[in-house]
């Protein structure tokens, strides 16, 4: 494993805590480089000596830097004065003129030029007090502490946000668990002789009300639990083992449960254009695709040749009628546009001839990822799950059975 290496300023540091000291004296050096620009040569070689001394100390090897830096800067500034003085060394004698006798003047307090010079210059030129590199210091010290405790809130805030997202997130799952747990339980009990289902709404067929055939008992208690139940989808070794649910609305159970619940995993449900009493050629069922497996979190693994080959069968049952359906197809898709033509699998849901039957399962086959073998006949009863598919924008991942057997 490579070790990562920082650098700052042309040094390279091994270490994190080398990188963070390092970073603290570039701060401290930029300041200081901004008020030298001000400060007289006098002023420089003072500050030069509170570095030297101790007094202005530096945590990694950039104060050492500067110090050289700040030397050098001074050796530059006195060179010029030192050709000059050598240049006036080596001028050649001049003859000197005679003086010329002026008048006695009356002696005056006046101060000479290069005395006003000198006067003027200490009143001007910054005077570097040892105190300020202190000063200088301590504000870079106190901006860093505010920027992390800063940093600190802002952590604390994101890790406060992120726990209650993931305590929410699995309080949900576990009740969405616990409720499909006490589902099954009830599915399992032996339904009351006293008890009878709550009444059942379908949809009618042209002919008129159809008499509903009667409800299995095994869905009895769930079915007074809620009227809307239409049948349980179970695949083995997964955990899609849930009640199947149907209304006039297909938003309502993308976010409530069978209890009726808000519930952010909602449940699986039948499209509401099918009809188990027609029955309609092909029954759809939706179902979110949750990370946590639950739902139709699964149906993905159906993208693996090799996983089909070890469960090519879906239970599914409606509330009247028990049934095992064989996977024929398995394809990814999309939500499209209403002006797109292309085909849609979830308006496939009754062919009304052989032809546009046909028709249906060769573009279902041309879209599956692998070859089952499995193919149907117009007549033929069909099952279809969706669920999202993340690969692309609205993308959905579909698995369609055929029915090939009716359990008693």
Not at 72 to 90: C, F, G, L, Y
């Amino acid at each position: 494993m490579t070790q990562k290496i920082y650098v700052v300023e042309g040094r390279k540091f091994r270490t994190e805590a080398d990188y963070q000291n390092a970073l603290k004296d570039q701060q401290v050096i930029e300041n200081l480089r901004m008020q030298t620009k001000k400060m007289s040569l006098a002023d420089q070689k003072k500050l030069l000596e509170v570095i030297r001394s101790g007094k202005c100390r530096f945590h990694s090897i950039l104060g050492q830097d500067y110090m050289e830096e700040l030397s050098e800067e001074i050796k530059r500034q006195e060179a010029p004065k030192t050709s000059k003085t050598t240049h006036e060394k080596k001028e050649p004698f001049k003859k000197k003129e005679p003086i010329k006798k002026e008048p006695i003047k009356k002696k005056t307090t006046q101060k000479r030029p290069a005395e006003k010079k000198k006067a003027l210059k200490r009143n001007i030129e910054p005077q570097f007090d040892e105190t300020e590199l202190d000063r200088i210091v301590k504000e870079e010290l106190k901006k860093q502490e505010k920027r992390r405790k800063l940093l600190v809130v802002c952590c604390s805030m994101a890790a406060i946000v992120c726990l209650s997202y993931f305590g929410i997130y699995n309080w949900y799952n576990y009740r969405t668990a616990d409720n499909y747990k006490q589902l099954s339980e009830l599915k399992d009990k032996e339904p009351a002789a006293s008890e009878t289902p709550a009444p059942v709404i379908h949809y009618t067929s042209e002919e008129g009300q159809s008499t509903p055939p009667p409800v299995l008992d095994e869905y009895k208690n769930l079915l007074n639990k809620n009227k809307r139940l239409i049948g349980w989808v179970k695949i083995d070794d997964t955990n899609i083992d849930y009640p199947v649910m149907q209304t006039t609305d297909n938003e309502y159970y993308l976010d409530h449960n069978l209890n009726q619940e808000y519930d952010k995993n909602g449940s699986i449900f039948m499209d509401k254009d099918c009809d188990v009493l027609k029955p309609s050629t092909n029954l759809i069922l939706y179902g979110h695709h949750m990370k946590s497996g639950q739902m139709f979190g699964n149906l993905s693994l159906y993208s693996d040749q090799s996983y089909y080959e070890k469960h090519p069968y879906i239970q599914f049952d409606t509330i009247y009628e028990k049934g095992l359906y064989e996977i024929m197809y398995v394809f990814r898709s999309r939500v499209y546009s209403e002006d797109e033509i292309v085909f849609k699998y979830y308006q496939f849901i009754d062919a009304q001839s052989e032809q546009e039957f046909d028709s249906y399962m060769n573009d279902m086959e041309g879209m599956s990822l692998y070859n089952t073998g499995v193919t149907a006949q117009y007549g033929d009863r069909l099952l279809t799950l969706s669920t999202c598919d993340y690969q692309e924008k609205n993308g959905r991942f579909v698995v369609v059975a055929k029915k090939v057997m009716t359990k008693e």
